[in-house]
């Protein structure tokens, strides 16, 4: 009976053993995929990130191009105002041609009328040119107003799509942050637990081995009070199986009993596992209570460090981008001076043309005049004659 009841509690402590091996084994194989999916998840993440970024990329890349071909039609749209303004020119060119054409073909006697006729027409070509010259001069002031205008759009884009792109940087920042302290939380609290479980491991193994080590003694006891006490009466004999017998119950009692005490200890260390765990927790969230006090002292801190160098940048770049446009409107206003003066003097050009035109037909009415007079006085002297 004493080799059975060895065999049964050996393969009950390989048993034991080969179930604490398997639950550790199932533990890791839990912790290894707890990890897996951790890692999954932050792939995971980090692709939804990059198609974000990709889609902006992409829709920035729109937005140029678009942009590029409203600027390809406007330009467009401009060289065909272009080509038909100077169609119209030909055709008045043309028109001019076939009238003195037709004008030529008519038997004019009197060479004075053809002149002054011919003179007319220079006056007209000559206002003509002149209209032609202020057309193009307002062409050129639109375009150089069209131009300046979208310089100033491309600019406000710009600046707009800088403030857009840093907001999404700080933004993805925060996000990162977040995770990391996520997991640094996560991973803390499974180093505890895996602390916790292994301490609870080492003291039950050491409990089994002071049971086995008690019901070895008692065992080896009993054999030793069976053993002495073979011999005797009939009387004797009863008395000390009896003896035995209460002895063994008594084992067992207490043995029970020490199992008893064993569970309400093993109960009284879970529940102060329980408390520790819970006053962690306090103290946890004390301690990321002070923390966010601190890391929210160092942050203001630091909001006010970046605030700082963002203004001074800010001021900076303003500066500098308020002092190229001074420079542009500058150079702007210096070439719209220069075309006003080039301007100008063409007006007085032409005011002097116009004058010594006006001249001209001054003294070549005064030359009909006398010749009319003169004329007249010849037709009058050969009357006279004649009479």
Do not use: P
Not at 10 to 20: A, P, T
Not at 83 to 98: C, G, K, P, S
Not at 301 to 316: A, G, I, T, V
Not at 340 to 356: A, G, P, Q, V
């Amino acid at each position: 009976m004493d080799l059975q009841e060895e065999e049964e509690e050996e393969e009950e402590e390989e048993e034991e053993e080969e179930e604490e091996e398997e639950e550790e084994e199932e533990e890791e194989e839990e912790e290894e995929e707890e990890e897996e999916e951790e890692e999954e998840e932050e792939e995971e993440e980090d692709e939804d990130e990059e198609e974000e970024e990709e889609e902006e990329e992409e829709e920035e890349e729109e937005e140029e191009e678009d942009d590029e071909d409203e600027e390809e039609e406007e330009e467009e749209e401009e060289e065909e105002e272009e080509e038909e303004e100077e169609e119209e020119e030909e055709e008045e060119e043309e028109e001019e041609e076939e009238e003195e054409e037709e004008e030529s073909t008519f038997l004019i006697t009197n060479d004075r009328k053809k002149k002054k006729k011919k003179k007319k027409k220079k006056k007209k070509k000559k206002k003509k040119k002149k209209k032609k010259k202020k057309k193009k001069k307002k062409k050129k002031k639109k375009k150089k107003k069209k131009k300046k205008k979208k310089k100033k759009k491309k600019k406000k884009k710009k600046k707009k799509k800088k403030k857009k792109k840093k907001k999404k940087k700080k933004k993805k920042k925060k996000k990162r942050r977040r995770r990391r302290r996520r997991r640094r939380r996560r991973r803390k609290k499974k180093k505890k637990k895996k602390k916790k479980k292994k301490k609870k491991k080492k003291k039950k193994k050491k409990k089994k081995k002071k049971k086995k080590k008690k019901k070895e003694r008692r065992k080896r006891s009993r054999r030793r009070r069976r053993g002495g006490g073979g011999g005797g009466g009939g009387e004797e004999g009863e008395k000390k199986k009896k003896e035995e017998e209460e002895e063994e119950e008594e084992e067992e009692e207490e043995e029970e009993e020490e199992e008893e005490e064993e569970e309400e200890e093993e109960e009284e260390e879970e529940e102060e596992e329980e408390e520790e765990e819970e006053e962690e927790e306090e103290e946890e969230e004390e301690e990321e209570g002070e923390e966010k006090k601190k890391k929210k002292k160092k942050k203001k801190k630091k909001k006010k460090r970046r605030r700082r160098r963002r203004r001074r940048r800010r001021r900076k770049e303003e500066e500098e981008e308020e002092e190229e446009e001074e420079e542009e409107e500058e150079e702007e206003e210096e070439e719209e001076e220069e075309e006003e003066e080039e301007e100008e003097e063409e007006e007085e050009e032409e005011e002097e043309e116009e004058e010594e035109e006006e001249e001209e037909e001054e003294e070549e009415e005064e030359d009909d005049d006398v010749w009319v007079f003169s004329h007249f006085l010849s037709q009058n002297l050969a009357a006279t004659q004649y009479l």
